[in-house]
C-alpha cells in the first residue's frame, strides 16, 4: 500500500507560478514512476507529466512542455511539479500518482495508486 499527500495548490494570478509537492510513503519509492494529472470540473481527468524512477528522462503532455517541470526527489520520497507561465485553463485538481508495473506513461490506468488532490486556481 502506497499513500501519497499533495501540497502546494492555491490561488494564483495568470502568468504566476506554483510548486506542487507529494509526498509518498513506503521504503520502495525510488522505485516508482510517478505521474502528475489533472481534473477540471465536468472534464475527464487528464495526463500532465510523469518521470521514471532513475528520473533520467522526463514525460509531459504537450499543452504544459516549456511550462511545467516534473522532478522527484528519491531521499525525500517526494515528486514534484513546477508549474510556471500559468493559464486560465491550467485550473484543476491536480493529482500525484503511483506506476508500479509497465505500461504507458500517460494512460491514467496503468497508475495503481493515488492522492486526494490539490487545487489549482488561475484567476485572469
Known amino acids: 500500500q502506497v499513500q501519497l499527500v499533495e501540497s502546494g495548490g492555491g490561488l494564483v494570478q495568470a502568468g504566476g507560478s506554483l510548486r506542487l509537492s507529494c509526498a509518498a510513503s513506503g521504503r520502495t519509492f525510488s522505485t516508482y514512476t510517478m505521474g502528475w494529472f489533472r481534473q477540471a470540473p465536468g472534464k475527464e481527468r487528464e495526463f500532465v507529466a510523469a518521470i521514471p524512477s532513475s528520473g533520467s528522462s522526463t514525460y509531459y503532455a504537450d499543452f504544459v512542455k516549456d511550462r511545467f517541470t516534473i522532478s522527484r526527489d528519491n531521499a525525500k520520497n517526494t515528486v514534484y511539479l513546477q508549474m510556471n507561465s500559468l493559464k486560465f485553463e491550467d485550473t484543476a485538481l491536480y493529482y500525484c500518482?503511483?506506476?508500479?508495473?509497465?505500461?504507458?506513461?500517460?494512460?491514467?490506468?496503468?497508475?495503481?495508486?493515488w492522492g486526494q488532490g490539490t487545487q489549482v486556481t488561475v484567476s485572469s
Open positions: 500518482a503511483v506506476k508500479i508495473f509497465s505500461g504507458t506513461y500517460n494512460d491514467l490506468r496503468t497508475y495503481d495508486y
